[in-house]
């Protein structure tokens, strides 16, 4: 009898035990558009090590052995964390399906530029700025220079000589800030600008901003920031984008966006279309018309997973630009592109990366007369990296790494149309330390050499970030550097029959130190950003009058400081209603007796105001962006044949604001109406930094996800 009741007693236990283990919950984990969110994080918050991840559909399940109530906390990157009660007794199942909504503090987005490693934003000990996919849907962006414009202040997109677009960004130009595409370099250069028109944002899934000297991770040109437009990567069974924009003087985008996944393989193929015809301007200017011209931008990128710990991206890319500069020539631009990329998981705690990348930037003429496509200008870049990361104790990440480039550069800038090479080697260590819950601290250092102007740069960096409460404090003390150009060292070119440029082999790298002092505070609906910086730049590279010669020389400037504020705010109600203000303060010194020749504007800042809302099928998001520039007394040379002597020029405060409505009218169709130049500003004499704007436009873009058709 008593066997009978010991038999019975564990037979209850064991059926208890069987049933609570059987206790399932299972659901979706979607976006706000119904889209799956593979890889979103389901976890037991009161059990940090019980959880699991939705697969490619959304779909999740976790098994629970728990009787009492617990709490499922739902993560994913980029969106707000969504936290359920729920009692798992009884052995019973559940359905629970979640629907996520983007952060708009972007605070969990996963960032690589600031440390090469992912990482969350709000760990980073380097200040970052985040553009998403979303951001430049909602500003309506037809390229780059809309985006970086309408979210950075103190960043300005101008026009130099010959109408080839330039870069000001707090104090530097394009040639000291380093724009990446995933992670890679862009071969190619127009007066110390890349060409920015090669940047298709159909396919850009983020863009990442770093302020300051990047060049421990990056080496030359990473001076004033590091600017790293990220990739989509399809993560559905497949999916098609087809877009269109219609704006003012016949402008027209034409752009498709396809991929697939397979689970071992994934691709994603871009293709975009732009035109626009010549502008003429309203007024007298320094120039009168804008020169009009279209782009094809074809580009590929695959995704193999050999296994589980291996994978290779291969990608290639095609770029055309035919530019109508006059009668009887056109420019012609194109870029040739490609890389292969290993990515393989040694062990739990190592990850080894190994790649090769080729880019190919030409410049022709194309004489109408005759139908001759010239050649006149190509650089070629080969590039071969190695990267380990390795992590220590699940918090700690070193990095070391190395860089062989071979850059060539054929140039009628140069004597007889002749040609250069130049190799470059680099190794660089960073520590990312996670010293407790609260501190955090990253240190890095780089070694570079240049073969053709025999020199070596050590850039170092250490940067820390305290955290109190909801409060991150961030302290950075960076170095970069930018060493001279083939093109400056070796450059012979006469300017229109005026005056020579020669190059200089005897130039010196140019450095900066930088520092940085950022607090942000996220509080509820509102998130706040202060950073204070100070850059002491040393041996400038720029151009002087030589009397001598009678003509222009490249030559290395005295010290100058940059310093200034940043100030960001934003705020986010549940309501649909969103805001941000950004402002920016900079400051420029030189030493004295050297004249101040800058195009940097003291004051700028940027607005944003949001209002959303959503029924069933029906969304609509209306915002009205604005950015507002101060005026500018700079010192300039009297005339292009007069270098010794300079005056005071002011090139006057004007205000750009931009009126957007994004309809989603049914699943997969969303329609974009804007108005830009809302005030109709027109300046009254164009200047090279004034905007090139002749009044009021309206712009009609229309964008049809596919695949969501068959959902």
């Known amino acids: 009898m008593s066997r009978i009741i010991l038999f019975f007693f564990v037979g209850c236990l064991f059926l208890n035990v069987t049933m609570v283990a059987q206790s399932?919950?299972?659901?979706?984990?979607?976006?706000?558009?119904?889209?799956?969110?593979?890889?979103?994080?389901?976890v037991l918050k009161e059990k940090g090590n019980v959880g699991t991840v939705t697969d490619n559909k959304g779909r999740y399940s976790?098994?629970?052995?728990?009787?009492?109530?617990?709490?499922?906390?739902?993560?994913?990157?980029g969106y707000k964390d969504v936290e359920r009660k729920i009692y798992a007794g009884q052995g019973q199942s559940c359905c629970l399906d979640f629907v996520l909504h983007e952060d708009a503090r972007k605070l969990n987005t996963f960032v690589v530029t600031g440390t090469r490693t992912p990482k969350s934003l709000k760990d980073v000990p380097i200040v970052t700025r985040v553009i998403t996919n979303h951001d430049i849907e909602k500003l309506d962006a037809a390229d780059i220079e809309d985006v970086l414009q309408s979210e950075l202040p103190g960043l300005e997109f101008t026009y130099s000589m010959n109408q080839q677009v330039s870069l000001n960004m707090q104090g530097f130009g394009g040639n000291s800030v380093l724009f990446l595409v995933d992670g890679e370099r862009m071969a190619g250069e127009t007066l110390d600008n890349v060409d920015y028109s090669r940047l298709n944002m159909q396919d850009v899934e983020r863009i990442e901003i770093v302020k300051g000297a990047a060049s421990s991770l990056y080496g030359s040109n990473a001076v004033g920031g590091v600017v790293n437009i990220i990739s989509k990567t399809n993560k559905e069974p497949w999916s098609l984008n087809l877009r269109s924009r219609f704006g003012a003087f016949n402008e027209q985008i034409y752009g498709a966006l396809f991929g697939f996944n397979k689970g071992w393989l994934s691709a994603t193929t871009s293709v975009q279309y732009t035109s626009i015809d010549s502008i003429n301007l309203k007024n007298e200017g320094v120039y009168n018309k804008i020169y009009g011209n279209k782009t094809w931008n074809f580009k590929e990128r695959m995704i193999f997973r050999v296994n589980d710990d291996l994978k290779f991206t291969a990608r290639a890319g095609y770029f055309f630009r035919e530019r109508n500069s006059s009668e009887i020539i056109k420019e012609r631009y194109r870029d040739f592109n490609g890389g292969l990329k290993g990515d393989y998981d040694i062990c739990d705690n190592g990850t080894l990366e190994v790649s090769y990348s080729f880019d190919q930037y030409?410049?022709?003429?194309?004489?109408?007369?005759?139908?001759?496509d010239v050649r006149d200008y190509s650089n070629v870049q080969n590039v071969f990296r190695t990267v380990y990361s390795h992590t220590f104790y699940g918090r700690n990440i070193l990095t070391v790494?190395?860089?062989?480039?071979?850059?060539?550069?054929?140039?009628?800038q140069f004597e007889n149309g002749g040609n250069k090479r130049q190799n470059t080697i680099d190794a660089f260590a960073q520590f990312d330390w996670k010293i407790n819950e609260r501190l955090n601290m990253i240190s890095a250092l780089r070694a570079d050499y240049y073969s053709e102007s025999e020199s070596n740069q050590l850039s170092p960096k250490i940067g820390l970030m305290y955290r109190f409460f909801d409060c991150s404090l961030r302290a950075l003390y960076s170095r970069g550097f930018r060493a001279p150009t083939l093109k400056e060292m070796y450059m012979t070119f006469d300017m229109a029959n005026i005056f020579m440029i020669y190059g200089n082999p005897e130039l010196e790298s140019e450095t900066s130190h930088n520092f940085s002092l950022s607090a942000e505070y996220p509080a509820g609906h509102y998130n706040l950003i202060f950073t204070a910086f100070q850059n002491l730049v040393d041996n400038r590279i720029t151009t002087v009058w030589n009397q001598a010669l009678n003509g222009m020389v490249y030559t290395n400037m005295s010290p100058m400081s940059v310093c200034g504020l940043e100030a960001n705010i934003s705020v986010n109600y549940e309501c649909g209603l969103s805001a941000s203000l950004s402002y920016a303060y900079t400051y420029e010194k030189m030493i004295d007796g050297t004249p101040l020749m800058t195009m940097t504007r003291p004051h700028a800042a940027t607005l944003r105001i949001e209002y959303g809302k959503e029924w069933k099928k029906y969304e609509f998001n209306c915002i009205l962006s604005g950015r507002i520039l101060?005026?500018?007394t700079t010192e300039e040379y009297v005339s292009m044949t007069s270098y010794?002597?300079?005056?005071?020029?002011?090139?006057?405060?004007?205000?750009?604001?931009?009126?957007?409505?994004?309809?989603?009218?049914?699943?997969?169709?969303?329609?974009?109406?804007?108005?830009?130049?809302?005030?109709?500003?027109?300046?009254?004499?164009?200047?090279?930094?004034?905007?090139?704007?002749?009044?009021?436009?309206?712009?009609?873009?229309?964008?049809?996800?596919?695949?969501?058709?068959?959902?």
């Open 24 to 42: 399932v919950i299972y659901g979706t984990v979607v976006d706000k558009y119904d889209n799956p969110l593979d890889g979103a994080n389901i």
């Open 62 to 77: 976790l098994m629970l052995t728990v009787k009492d109530s617990c709490t499922l906390l739902v993560t994913y990157v």
């Open 362 to 372: 030409d410049k022709s003429d194309f004489h109408l007369i005759n139908d001759k």
């Open 401 to 412: 790494g190395a860089d062989y480039m071979n850059d060539y550069l054929m140039s009628y």
């Open 630 to 632: 101060s005026e500018l």
């Open 644 to 711: 010794e002597q300079t005056v005071k020029q002011t090139y006057p405060a004007y205000m750009i604001w931009k009126l957007t409505l994004l309809q989603r009218i049914y699943s997969g169709v969303n329609l974009t109406m804007s108005i830009d130049n809302l005030f109709n500003y027109v300046p009254d004499y164009y200047y090279s930094n004034s905007p090139s704007t002749v009044g009021t436009t309206f712009s009609l873009g229309i964008s049809i996800d596919v695949d969501k058709f068959f959902k």
